[in-house]
């Protein structure tokens, strides 16, 4: 029902060939990477520390849990909603040598967001933190699994250190509110059964679902985008290839994770790729306190950052960042929104090594492109196709666009879902075989993509298009603004106009200053009509700015 013809058939090796795949399934990733690098540190968070040793046993006495005391069955649903902590690659990779199928799940969902995916995805099991156990209590009763594992925030920390982390958050910062779910599991209790028990191990396909990754999709409500082991692989390879230029042999490097691991971006990357290639990875459970950040920072010399355009912005306005020691970064590479030309330069400035933009969706694995990591990146654009992957301009009625024209980026290869979980795929593909994005774009003279703005955030001003990210792009490069977003309200004369919304960083900043610059850079009907400044901008966990927020406080004010 979720499959399309051309998923098994087709081929890795369109158009740079990565080769066969590496692996038969995750776990035979994972493993082979915990036995090469057993000794080394894989993870550190909080104050506690994980060799890769560490991690393989742990998982696997997870995962003995998970089969032999909850009785969970090979291909059955278990959700993770939790932030970046030690548990998290534990209980990921334990769920997959159990051979399971992970939901990764954000945990600030409210009890709504959290009822509608597990329900969807049909949850055999749960394991969340603590601090948001009482959304769960307020659901417990609507969804359909019967095992909860809670942890607490220090649980793999260890020792006093651990004990301390959760003393602090709960009775503290009393960050864990009240709840009550007297059949749930506690995940120490589990490690300790799971420590007692042997596994299984179930004979896991390349073909076997790995990840439903839950996504707004192109379209409506909540999907989960189905990953299998063999999208998972293929991608690492492509990845591992792109990243090549950046990773020495001779010494273990260190990679800074402030994304969340439930994010398909750090999951592929942060928690997949870097274990793969034996990084020491620093996990940070809470990026927005800024401080406490970039305090962090100061303990490493990291050689590697992936981040989304605010955090970077973000980053590279607080007083204490440029003191950082950047003599082993080596590059940074964002993605989940468009990477802004004013933060681009302004990194390369301040850290003396480039800030390059990729693009990808929870629906790809997640990347499709990367500017090059060699020196040979084009500002501006999303970069170049991955190994093994095309990626190709459509019309409205499926017929492939001549270099230079715009219309909707589309792709194909082994890293593309093969479809939404449960759902009438019907428009997810050209063909049965193009994935459709909804992302707008071109190719240049180069062959480098550019996107152009998301297909359903186009403006119409007077029959003309207008980008909100062209808009944006402009505006955030006037040295008194930090954070800039623009949406389309409508208007009885254009049918649309632009309206933007600005946090500044200079308070002198004035409606007519940034009103005369936008007249400056932009052509008339491009100009916004309406400026709004706020102190914030409505953003997602990751950090990417909301226009539909702001579209659904402008409809509600009409």
């Known amino acids: 029902m979720n499959e399309f013809p051309w998923y098994k058939k087709y081929p890795i090796g369109i158009p740079h060939d990565i080769g066969a795949l590496e692996y038969n399934s995750m776990v035979e990733l994972y493993e082979a990477a915990s036995k090469k690098y057993r000794e080394l540190i894989a993870y550190e968070c ?110 793999l920390v260890g020792g006093f250190k651990g004990w301390l982390v959760n003393f602090v958050v709960k009775y503290i910062k009393k960050l864990v509110p009240a709840y009550h779910l007297p059949h749930a599991h506690s995940f120490k209790d589990a490690m300790k059964k799971g420590a007692s028990l042997s596994l299984d191990r179930p004979k896991i396909e390349s073909e076997d679902l790995a990840v439903l990754q839950y996504t707004g999709g192109t379209t409506g409500i909540s999907k989960g985008a189905q990953l299998s082991h063999r999208n998972l692989i293929a991608h690492n390879q492509m990845i591992a290839h792109w990243f090549s230029p950046i990773m020495r042999k001779d010494m273990q490097e260190t990679v800074v994770t402030p994304l969340p691991l439930y994010h398909i971006f750090a999951l592929s990357v942060n928690l997949t790729l870097m274990y793969y290639t034996g990084l020491r990875n620093i996990l940070i459970t809470n990026p927005r306190d800024m401080n406490g950040f970039i305090k962090e920072l100061k303990k490493y010399r990291f050689s590697t950052f992936l981040g989304v355009n605010t955090l970077f912005n973000g980053m590279l306005h607080h007083p204490g960042f440029a003191s950082l020691d950047f003599s082993h970064l080596k590059g940074a590479v964002g993605g989940g929104m468009a990477v802004q030309d004013a933060v681009a330069a302004k990194w390369q400035e301040v850290t ?46 499926g017929n492939q666009l001549k270099q230079g024209e715009t219309g909707e980026i589309c792709a194909r290869g082994p ?52 980008f909100p990210n062209e808009i944006e792009n402009v505006i955030a490069s006037h040295p008194k603004v ?27 900043l004035t409606e007519e200053e940034l009103r005369k610059f936008c007249h400056e850079n932009l052509t008339n009907y491009k100009v916004p009509k309406y400026f709004v400044f706020r102190t914030e901008l ?18 509600k004010a009409a």
């Open 482 to 508: 930090l954070e800039v977003a623009a949406i389309g309200v409508p208007d009885a004369k254009s049918g649309e106009v632009i309206k933007v919304f600005i946090v500044k960083k200079d308070q002198s």
């Open 352 to 397: 003396g090594s480039p800030l390059v933009e990729g693009y990808g969706l929870s629906e790809t694995s997640p990347v499709l492109c990367c500017n090059p990591l060699d020196g040979t990146q084009k500002r501006g654009t999303i970069g170049l196709p991955m190994p093994s992957t095309e990626v190709a301009i459509f019309d409205e009625d």
């Open 46 to 155: 909080l104050g506690g520390k994980l060799t890769f040793g560490d991690v393989d046993r742990l998982s696997t006495d997870f995962a003995a849990y998970l089969q032999k005391d909850l009785e969970l069955k090979k291909g059955d649903r278990i959700a993770i909603q939790m932030p970046n902590l030690l548990q998290f690659p534990v209980a990921f990779i334990g769920a997959l040598k159990a051979g399971l199928t992970v939901v990764n799940t954000n945990p600030l969902y409210t009890a709504r967001e959290m009822e509608h995916q597990f329900k969807d995805a049909g949850i055999s099991a749960l394991v969340i933190v603590s601090n948001f156990a009482h959304n769960l209590e307020a659901v417990a009763d609507k969804i359909p699994a019967k095992h909860y594992i809670i942890t607490d925030m220090g649980d």
């Open 538 to 555: 409505p953003k997602t966990n990751v950090g990417k700015i909301l226009r539909r927020v702001l579209k659904e406080e402008e409809a």
């Open 415 to 466: 890293q593309v879902m093969r479809g939404y979980w449960q759902k009438d795929n019907a428009g997810v593909f050209f063909n049965n075989e193009w994935f459709r994005t909804g992302d707008i774009g071109l190719m240049d003279t180069d062959g480098f993509f550019k996107i152009v703005d998301r297909k359903k955030d186009m403006i119409k001003v007077s029959g003309f298009n207008v």
